[in-house]
């Protein structure tokens, strides 16, 4: 029996992460005037403003973060890399490539990790039936000995091993619809047969040299490691048929017992590090498709945790969907965004998009593990 009510993780510590001076999407220097980084707290905090002036606030269930431990967070990272951020915490500097933190990051980021293991916990616990944890700093690029990509832990996959290792569950999925290849959640379990990991990215966009449709996993985990690489442009309609060639239909095949969804806002439209044209109603209709999936598949155990998302004034009205699609519930605000992207050009499925998504399928249906998947197509 699916719990009833949506949980919603979320602390003021987390606006307080530092990423450092930045110039918009260029590092500072040279000509290079600093400004505010691309990747700071107004976006993930105006998300929550929003949730609270619609009264939508009021209609989920708070789940209290606590910090991961540092045996949670080894269950994925190394000792030596923990031990950096560790040290690093002290005064504050890189981490790794465009990764930053600073006096203190340290405790912020294993409060970003140990929200996620919260959200899983509480619906696991049937305290909620499915959860979203808008923690801070995100975590999908962030892989065992290294990070990147303004990463620090790896949220979704520390609270996935989690769910394995002290729940005990066989399997688990994970869906990452961020703009940018979830290279962090993916080496994670890569040779690991008891998770599937999906990828939905634009192509080679972040990290330059991953995402590609053969890494398909390795040892035991072969052919667990899904990724589809779309080409710039894609609008729902690509998106859509994505979700009804690869992802749904693996899910099914798979049937794991907790769905994580790696939630990034930047595939969205007017984002400034992405260049996709998702909506909040395409949001909406991508949380409904899961969220549907997990009723069928896993009792509706689901959990969505922050990624990435770096426009300010879009990324409240793409969040509020996904919200609004995992209550159930349509607030009456105004979406301003939904309106602005109504009627622009080249929304369609274009043929270079579905044979995009065609090669992905075709290297999907090549594993030995999806003949249930083929069947549904």
């Keep these: ?33 600093p400004g505010q980084h691309v990747e700071s707290a107004e976006s993930k905090r105006r998300f929550k403003n929003l949730l609270d002036a619609t009264g939508t606030t009021a209609r989920l269930r708070p789940i209290a973060p606590r910090a991961a431990s540092t045996e949670e967070l080894l269950r994925v990272h190394t000792l030596r890399y923990v031990e950096h951020v560790m040290q690093l915490s002290r005064t504050g500097g890189d981490v790794g490539l465009q990764a930053r933190l600073g006096p203190g990051g340290f405790e912020i980021a294993a409060l970003a990790a140990g929200g996620v293991i919260a959200a899983v916990d509480a619906v696991l616990d049937g305290t909620v039936g499915q959860a979203y944890a808008l923690v801070r700093p995100p975590g999908h690029h962030a892989e065992p000995d290294g990070c990147g990509g303004f990463c620090v832990f790896s949220n979704a996959a520390i609270a996935g091993r989690h769910a394995l290792a002290a729940r005990g569950l066989p ?9 940018h290849h979830g290279n962090g959640t993916q080496a994670a379990f890569y040779d690991d047969p008891s998770a599937l990991t999906v990828s939905l990215h634009q192509d080679r966009l ?30 729902w309609p690509a998106y859509a048929y994505a979700f009804e060639r690869i992802v749904l239909p693996a899910l099914e095949a798979f049937r794991p017992q907790l769905i994580i969804v790696p939630c990034g806002f930047d595939a969205g439209i007017n984002d400034p590090l992405g260049r996709m044209m998702l909506t909040p109603e395409a949001f909406r209709s991508m949380t409904a498709l899961i969220r549907d999936a997990a009723g069928r598949l896993c009792d509706g155990r689901l959990v969505l945790c ?4 770096y426009c300010a004034a879009t990324v409240p009205f793409l969040g509020l969907a996904v919200i609004e699609a995992l209550l159930g519930h349509r607030s009456d605000v105004c979406d301003v965004v939904q309106t602005r992207a109504d009627g622009l050009p080249w929304q369609h499925l274009q043929a270079h998009q579905r044979a995009a998504v065609d090669a992905a399928h075709a290297a999907a249906a090549s594993l030995p593990w999806w003949t249930g998947a083929r069947a549904a197509t």
């Design 306 to 309: 922050h990624e990435g998302g």
């Design 206 to 235: 972040f990290p330059r040299t991953s995402g590609g449709i053969d890494e398909i996993g390795a040892g035991a985990g072969t052919g667990y490691n899904l990724n589809v690489p779309l080409p710039p442009g894609c609008a």
């Design 1 to 33: 029996m699916q719990a009833a009510g949506t949980g919603l993780v979320w602390h003021e510590t987390y606006m307080w992460h530092d990423p450092g001076n930045h110039a918009g999407v260029l590092a500072p220097g040279g000509f290079v005037q």
């Design 171 to 179: 399997r688990i999925a994970f869906v990452d619809w961020d703009v």
